[in-house]
């Protein structure tokens, strides 16, 4: 199919166009969310935990398939992926819009997941196609600044489109905003071609998926279905024996979709792990945010979406300034640096109370933002140093996909912290207010089975339990009401302690990480000879290219038929067609 756009000077930028709408678009329909948690909840009757697996089912998609569309792109071709990806995140946001329970909505929000693992990696693969070496740093800069915009006006805009037309309408517009994003990439891109590899690692998936997914059920409804459970421990032993499975099978096979030798490195562990724990940290914080401003204090989504404005944009404008900090102060200091403001502005969340003021919660979010801009740049810029360079790919792959991980971790662990907690806090308070009614505290602990009871009109209660309930009334509403409130206040403070704990690790983990120092490359003399006769106005950018293919593949002089190779490359360099 020819493509409307011909020109080989334009075809590269207007394809990157293409690519910046779909990725804008998918970044743009999951940041709409934030905002709309607690409407869900309360529009389907359903707890947080049972809210928290529409998070896990779309992370646990994304972070756990990703590598493997990486390669099923590199099979079939980057354009089948890429808009079948879109379109296949279109299906998962109309099915959401029309969904009728949680389980419902849980299916479409992991199929959104398996749609966006399509597009990152497709997208990625597309840019570093069309751009030569010089350019592709320029074309990837644009790429973050369009996918870091999304996660900042989608909360804003999603907090009015809840309060004008419910939280459906959040997903009628990604539809309708993704048949943009749908027909732009079919029409500019070029089919690439199928890459010459021998398989897809079709068992790898299956085995990492099951046991990352066995583990989150673990976390997320243990306290629920008991931690001693047979269906727990059955899970428990699921999640052991395809973790094992996995790592035995991805160290055997000759196309993995991960590469686990690279966890025989403690400066790739040090890495990972800091990314993983922050990640737990941030995305179970940031789902629990929502919940309080709303549930706790009373304020509507629109509300919601703007008092998250400092957190989006601290994030924006420190993320720029994380690389120029991490050339100055080392990857340690600067990734251990943003961790700690992350953990500093956790334990100001961590105090949190009803009646807290917005500028408090604003300059903690603000705080949240500066750590999270200023840590993850310098843990991504090192990742080239965690193997061989022939290894750098599955480096950033590995990389990538274990940070993405920690998310779905992190919405599990802190919506079950909070959820035990508001119950235990709940159970103190409504005692103490029954106490300060004159309740027997032995009939204090029946009155939820004896409310049930009543509800039911059952005739088994006794005339005194009767004469409680009558007395009682509206204050024993009153006294429920207060309880609930307060002990759900409570809950936050703990869960957001558990997320300071987990940075507080993530300071001390990047603190052992070890500076990479790139290699240095010499040239021979005659390959100096050879670099004098390119014009003057492109030496510069040429030494610094063939640098950088000779770091690329391990050398460290640069030799005449190094330059010769890599110019001939550059100079047959097509785009595919």
Not at 496 to 511: D, E, R
Not at 529 to 556: C, D, H, N, S, Y
Request: proline share 5%.
């Amino acid at each position: 199919m020819k493509t409307l756009i011909m020109n080989e000077d334009n075809y590269k930028w207007w394809g990157l166009t293409a690519l910046l709408i779909g990725t804008f678009v998918v970044s743009l329909g999951l940041s709409l969310l934030f905002p709309a948690m607690p409407v869900i909840m309360a529009d389907f009757r359903a707890t947080v935990n049972e809210v928290a697996w529409l998070s896990i089912a779309y992370a646990v998609a994304f972070a756990a398939l990703q590598p493997a569309m990486g390669r099923l792109s590199d099979l079939y071709g980057r354009k089948r992926l890429f808009v079948g990806g879109m379109l296949t995140f279109l299906l998962g946001s109309g099915v959401a819009a029309v969904s009728w329970n949680i389980p419902s909505m849980m299916v479409a929000r992991f199929v959104q997941g398996i749609g966006a693992a399509a597009i990152f990696p497709a997208g990625m693969a597309y840019i570093g196609e069309m751009f030569s070496h010089e350019e592709r740093g320029k074309a990837m800069g644009i790429w973050g600044i369009a996918s870091g915009a999304a996660p900042a006006i989608g909360p804003l805009l999603g907090g009015y489109l809840v309060d004008w037309g419910g939280w459906r309408s959040l997903y009628y517009f990604s539809v309708l905003i993704g048949l943009v994003a749908v027909l732009a990439p079919w029409f500019i891109l070029r089919p690439s071609k199928a890459e010459k590899v021998s398989g897809f690692d079709l068992a790898g998936s299956v085995w990492l998926f099951v046991s990352v997914g066995s583990i989150l059920v673990v976390l997320n409804e243990g306290r629920n279905w008991g931690w001693t459970s047979p269906t727990i421990i059955g899970l428990l032993v699921t999640f052991g024996m395809c973790l094992i499975a996995f790592l035995i099978h991805e160290s055997r096979t000759r196309n993995p979709i991960a590469d686990v030798d690279l966890l025989k490195s403690p400066f790739f562990l040090l890495l990972a792990g800091t990314a993983f724990v922050s990640f737990i940290a941030m995305q179970g914080a940031m789902f629990l945010i929502p919940f309080f401003w709303q549930n706790v204090q009373g304020y509507t989504p629109s509300d919601t979406g703007v008092m998250v404005v400092p957190l989006f944009v601290a994030m924006a404008v420190f993320s720029m300034l994380g690389g120029t900090l991490a050339d100055r102060l080392g990857i340690r200091w600067t990734a251990a640096l943003g961790m700690l403001a992350k953990t500093l502005a956790l334990l100001l969340l961590a105090f949190l109370v009803i009646d807290t003021p917005y500028w408090y919660a604003g300059l903690a979010l603000g705080i949240l933002g500066v750590g999270m801009g200023i840590a993850l740049p310098p843990l991504s810029k090192a990742i080239v140093g965690a193997g061989p360079p022939q290894k750098m790919g599955a480096a950033s792959g590995m990389f990538s996909m274990v940070r993405n991980l920690g998310g779905p971790f992190g919405v599990a662990i802190l919506s079950t912290v909070f959820a035990s907690r508001t119950a235990d806090h709940a159970k103190v308070i409504m005692g103490q207010r029954l106490g300060e009614l004159g309740v027997d505290p032995a009939l204090a602990r029946e009155l939820p089975k004896l409310r049930d009871l009543a509800t039911q009109g059952a005739a088994s209660l006794t005339s005194q339990q009767l004469a409680l309930l009558r007395e009682l009334g509206p204050k024993l509403e009153t006294a429920e009401d207060f309880a609930r409130l307060h002990g759900m206040a409570a809950a936050f403070g703990d869960a957001f302690l558990v997320a300071t704990s987990f940075c507080a690790l993530g300071v001390v983990m990047a603190l052992f990480i070890r500076e990479v120092r790139a290699q240095r490359v010499s040239w021979s003399r005659e390959a100096l000879a050879t670099l004098q006769k390119i014009p003057p106005e492109f030496r510069t950018r040429a030494q610094q290219g063939f640098e950088a293919a000779a770091q690329g593949i391990g050398v460290k002089v640069v030799t005449p038929e190094l330059v010769m190779k890599v110019g001939r490359g550059w100079r047959t360099r097509q785009p595919e067609p």
